[in-house]
């Protein structure tokens, strides 16, 4: 195993693209090994791209690119706009909440950072909001995606760990919305003692937040007809992507009737060049996912741990502070991917639930994208508003802040996370 993560930080040191870093050095294991035939690694490779459950990854990005193209980005907008933009700081305060929002469309802190970027940057910068204090806003505000359904990540998660992806959705809910909050009341704090200006600064009447909701009533109602559809036996979290797909058509051609045939070949391509770097990540890590579980990697870890910590909470702790710092160099699907298999072994041994540290764990290998040195949102997010990367540091420490203590109380909270799914699945 040492040598398969040699050679992996290796590769990624010299620039090399995350799947064939993974898949060499997954390759070299089965050259090494005396007994392992190296038609193992391949059929491996082909076991990975085999599974049902997976079929919810190109159908979500799918059914994402078809909302982005319907309109449904602008009715979310014209929402959060309304409902928010007259508290201190609106224009960042408009951009956590079209994030908790958008989560719900795109599935993707990524894509949401970056649509928020071109969308909201310069006019938050026009304003007179400090540059790095609008790129933090908005890039560490597009975490909320990692818990708000359907996050790509949970499913990843749910597929790799063998957990129920349905109970993931669902317990993703209340902590995504206490993310929001607390962000929300950081950028009020900041935004208060340094005068931003407020983007509109009469409160909505009761008419105008109801005409916003039922403008944007399509995407708000998206993420609950998953739930109710996976809760209700509909369909499986599987079948709920082709769903989505088809519920995003008919927004965009019936309902919104902003979807035209350009349209629909623009998100396809879009979607194609997502899932091939997502499908090529996952079809690699099988081979090291096989290695893991071949030597016993999560037995010989969790025999470290456990004897050295009594506490099943300060165990977890111990996971998150190294995936914290994983975060920061490693992407987040890399991640999940290839350190589930190890981790969901070892919280279960010592008592927690899988699903509750699913969410601890996409929280915070997802927080590494809006930091240095390889987060990927947060360059995004930079090269867009041509903000530099140390004057971001330093604005986005109050809200890394923020989600840390957050992710430290769900922690030692487990009802807060694991209440509505049990409500929902017992």
């Known amino acids: 195993m040492g040598l398969i993560t040699l050679l992996f930080f290796a590769f990624m040191i010299v620039g090399m693209p995350v799947a064939f870093a993974i898949g060499i050095s997954g390759f070299v294991f089965f050259l090494n090994d005396p007994v392992m035939p190296i038609?193992?690694?391949?059929?491996?490779?082909?076991?990975?791209?085999?599974?049902?459950?997976?079929?919810?990854?190109?159908?979500?990005?799918?059914?994402?690119?078809?909302?982005?193209?319907s309109g449904i980005t602008d009715r979310l907008f014209r929402f959060s706009y309304v409902a928010v933009g007259w508290m201190a700081g609106g224009l960042a305060q408009v951009a956590i909440v079209l994030s908790t929002v958008m989560g719900g469309v795109s599935g993707s802190a990524v894509a949401d950072a970056a649509m928020e970027a071109r969308i909201l940057g310069p006019t938050m910068i026009a304003k007179g909001y400090g540059k790095g204090f609008s790129a933090a806003a908005i890039a560490v505000g597009s975490l909320i995606t990692a818990t708000i359904p359907p996050s790509i990540g949970l499913i990843l998660?749910?597929?790799?760990?063998?957990?129920?992806?349905?109970?993931?959705?669902?317990?993703?809910?209340?902590?995504?919305?206490?993310?929001?909050?607390?962000?929300?009341?950081?950028?009020?704090?900041?935004?208060?003692?340094?005068?931003?200006?407020?983007?509109?600064?009469?409160?909505?009447?009761?008419?105008?937040?109801?005409?916003?909701?039922?403008?944007?009533?399509?995407?708000?109602?998206?993420?609950?007809?998953?739930?109710?559809?996976?809760?209700?036996?509909?369909?499986t979290p599987s079948e709920v992507g082709a769903f989505a797909v088809v519920y995003a058509f008919l927004v965009g051609f019936l309902a919104h009737r902003e979807l035209n045939v350009e349209k629909v070949k623009r998100a396809f391509a879009h979607a194609i060049s997502d899932i091939g770097l997502i499908m090529i990540i996952i079809l690699m890590s099988g081979m090291?996912?096989?290695?893991?579980?071949?030597?016993?990697?999560?037995?010989?870890?969790?025999?470290?741990?456990?004897?050295?910590?009594?506490?099943?909470?300060?165990?977890?702790l111990l996971i998150l502070v190294f995936l914290l710092i994983a975060g920061c160099f490693i992407e987040s699907?890399?991640?999940?991917?290839?350190?589930?298999?190890?981790?969901?072994?070892?919280?279960?041994?010592?008592?927690?639930?899988?699903?509750?540290?699913?969410?601890?764990?996409?929280s915070i290998v997802t927080l590494g994208g809006?930091?240095?040195?390889?987060?990927?949102?947060?360059?995004?997010?930079?090269?867009?508003?041509?903000?530099?990367?140390?004057?971001?540091?330093?604005?986005?420490?109050?809200?890394?802040?923020?989600?840390?203590?957050?992710?430290?109380?769900?922690?030692?909270?487990?009802?807060?996370?694991?209440?509505?799914?049990?409500?929902?699945?017992g």
């Open 39 to 69: 038609s193992i690694a391949v059929q491996k490779i082909a076991t990975m791209s085999q599974s049902f459950p997976l079929l919810a990854v190109p159908f979500f990005v799918f059914a994402g690119h078809l909302m982005n193209e």
């Open 157 to 235: 998660y749910g597929y790799v760990g063998n957990v129920s992806i349905g109970r993931l959705f669902v317990a993703g809910i209340i902590p995504g919305l206490l993310m929001m909050i607390g962000l929300m009341t950081t950028t009020y704090l900041v935004a208060k003692r340094r005068g931003y200006v407020v983007a509109n600064t009469e409160r909505p009447t009761f008419k105008a937040l109801a005409s916003a909701v039922w403008g944007a009533k399509w995407a708000l109602f998206f993420p609950i007809a998953l739930v109710l559809t996976i809760r209700g036996g509909v369909f």
């Open 288 to 316: 090291v996912g096989f290695a893991i579980i071949y030597l016993q990697v999560p037995q010989g870890i969790s025999s470290w741990m456990l004897a050295g910590i009594e506490s099943p909470a300060g165990i977890v």
């Open 333 to 362: 699907t890399v991640l999940v991917l290839l350190l589930t298999p190890i981790f969901v072994p070892i919280v279960t041994q010592v008592g927690i639930d899988p699903v509750h540290f699913g969410i601890l764990m996409m």
């Open 370 to 425: 809006m930091t240095p040195p390889v987060g990927v949102a947060m360059y995004a997010v930079c090269s867009l508003m041509n903000v530099k990367i140390e004057e971001y540091m330093i604005e986005s420490l109050p809200f890394v802040a923020t989600i840390i203590a957050l992710i430290v109380a769900l922690l030692f909270m487990p009802g807060l996370v694991l209440w509505l799914p049990n409500l929902a699945f």
